[in-house]
């Protein structure tokens, strides 16, 4: 019943909102003056400039410069920035500690009290170094006491005071170990799961480079796409009077995630750099998936790259197409043309907000598609207007009717011009393939297929490109979905989120420009196939997401454990030990 629950719960949720438990630790500079205005308040209520400088001072210059060596000599990743948001961090935790127990009265001798608040850090610091440096609990304990040796050396400096060591250290062993039992109870489940450690895979993530041992999340993408699934792949090629290939459209059934460059993630930089052969840039486009139809790895985008080959070979040439249509179905809205008997239909979260279509629903589509006329078509969703919290779309029934109606009515009885043009401007939102424009000329009217190797891009770009661009009929903005871009920032890091919207306008307008500049008189031809591929079934991800969310939860309770128990046995140790020694 729990685990049914969670999974119901999890349905409706995205990895979207894990990242309100990350943040990119502030730059290192940041920190020395409000750590400074700190201690100035301590020594304005204390009243004694030895104790502030010599203990208070002295013990967070050192565990600073003591964090960054230990890191340093033993080569894990723990850059300076995390060193100081990590050490700042403690110096407000146990500042609140200290005046809560000696402004109250509890303990009467500041240096007892310091001690003793000082102790507490060791559960932050216990659950960070057991993430990021071991989760061996007696390798994780070194790191973990660092605050505790360096306030340990101020305070013999100062006060020539050794027995109170003791209680100290025993006082910091107890945090310790309940921040170490805290992570172990809070992680079981998704061990369980997945038989992974599931602090390695947070280690891995949060220290992400693409340039780096992919070992531990290869393993963990292979366990979790495991399942052989036969999926299509659509080709629509454009072709020059001459025969000469221009541009290739590719449209695979898998989706272009998680992460980095795991699984199938940077789908169509790796598909382009796989097919050499085929003479033109690839436009790869995001069809009709969700994450639980990610790849497993490298075995399964050669398996990818091959289809795309087999359906150039199966295909078939187009002369003739329609013009452009774009209708409102329901709540959504769709944007297709025909190219001969090749539909090419999008799904855009323009009047309802959605992130990602089911696998099932696109096939669902593309049968009655079938059903209205066409050989073969390709279901894309448009994966642009960023909406945060947007949810999977699972269902499109309302859109099929309307949808079939309107193909029946599109007659492709146009020759077409097409132009096209890619650019590579650096945005820190974009993959390789940078943006690229497809401007097709039919009928008399002129529209432009714009595609973003992004994930995701915002509506402010698209409106105003679209403001700017007079001179066409119609501006669609697409993206690849591209997940490669999400590594840098633990988000969706959608385009024109952090980069500047101008700058991204700017560069979708030269490629348009630039492919409306070289229209020429062209045909095409269509082609489809099917390929093997490792992928999860459509629970898959929706089983992670519970996991994960469920490991959560399970950590809210076991802090409110593990905190208090802690405090109080801390605080005893203080209350009866100390004078006792």
């Avoid at 499109?396 to 109606?405: A, F």
Wanted: charged share 20%.
């Amino acid at each position: 019943m729990r685990l049914a629950l969670r999974d119901r719960q999890a349905h409706h949720r995205n990895f979207e909102e894990l990242s309100k438990y990350i943040r990119r630790s502030p730059q290192w500079y940041y920190y020395p003056a409000p750590a400074a205005a700190i201690m100035a308040l301590d020594y304005h209520a204390l009243g004694n400039l030895v104790f502030t400088v010599d203990v208070i001072l002295l013990s967070y210059v050192i565990v600073n410069l003591g964090d960054i060596a230990f890191a340093r000599i033993t080569k894990f990743e723990f850059p300076a920035r995390r060193v100081f948001a990590l050490n700042f961090l403690s110096l407000i935790i146990w500042n609140i500690f200290f005046w809560a127990v000696y402004g109250t009265g509890f303990i009467r001798i500041p240096e007892y009290a310091f001690m003793l608040s000082i102790s507490s850090v060791a559960l932050l610091r216990s659950l960070m170094f057991y993430t990021y440096y071991s989760e061996r609990t007696l390798r994780a304990i070194i790191p973990s006491l660092n605050y505790t040796y360096a306030a340990i050396f101020t305070m013999v400096l100062v006060y020539r005071d050794l027995i109170t060591v003791i209680p100290f250290l025993l006082s910091s062993i107890i945090y310790v170990v309940g921040g170490v039992l805290f992570a172990r109870a809070s992680v079981r489940a998704f061990k369980q799961k997945y038989n992974e450690s599931p602090i390695k895979i947070i280690n891995f993530f949060l220290n992400y480079r693409p340039d780096k041992d992919q070992t531990v999340g290869q393993r963990f993408m292979e366990r979790l796409y495991r399942s052989w699934r036969k999926v299509p792949v659509k080709v629509l090629q454009v072709l020059r009077e001459s025969g000469e290939p221009k541009v290739t459209l590719v449209f695979p059934y898998v989706h272009p995630g998680p992460f980095g460059i795991l699984g199938s993630s940077d789908l169509p930089r790796r598909l382009q750099e796989k097919l050499p052969d085929i003479g033109t840039d690839l436009m790869v486009f995001h069809t009709t998936t969700t994450n639980s139809n990610n790849c497993a790895g490298e075995e399964d985008i050669d398996s990818i790259a091959m289809g795309v080959r087999e359906a150039l070979q199966n295909s078939v040439e187009i002369r003739n197409v329609s013009r452009f249509k774009k209708i409102s179905a329901g709540k959504y809205t769709v944007a297709m043309q025909r190219f001969g008997d090749f539909g090419m239909v999008a799904l855009v979260p323009e009047r309802e907000p959605f992130d990602d279509v089911s696998l099932k629903e696109g096939l669902k589509i593309m049968s009655h598609l079938k059903k209205a006329g066409l050989s073969d078509s390709a279901v894309i969703d448009a994966q642009n207007n960023y909406s945060q919290g947007a949810r999977e779309l699972e269902d499109c029934s309302s859109v099929l009717k309307p949808l079939e109606r309107e193909i029946k009515r599109l007659q492709p009885k146009y020759e077409a011009e097409v132009g096209y043009c890619r650019v590579s401007p650096k945005f820190s939102a974009m993959g390789k393939m940078g943006i690229q424009a497809l401007v097709i000329r039919t009928g008399g009217r002129s529209n432009a297929y714009v595609l973003t190797d992004s994930n995701n891009i915002v509506k402010e770009a698209i409106e105003a490109v679209r403001a700017r661009c007079s001179g066409l009929d119609s501006v669609e903005v697409y993206t690849t979905d591209n997940h490669i871009v999400n590594a840098s920032t633990l988000d969706m890091n959608p385009l024109g989120m952090r980069d500047r919207v101008e700058d991204v306008v700017e560069s979708i307008l030269e490629a348009i420009r630039t492919a409306s500049s070289n229209l020429e008189k062209c045909r095409f031809v269509a082609g489809s196939s099917e390929v093997k591929v490792r992928m999860g079934d459509e629970n898959t991800f929706n089983s992670l997401k519970s996991i994960v969310f469920y490991s959560l939860q399970r950590a809210k309770v076991n802090i409110m454990i593990t905190v208090p128990s802690s405090v109080l046995a801390s605080l005893l140790i203080f209350r009866f030990l100390v004078p006792f020694f």
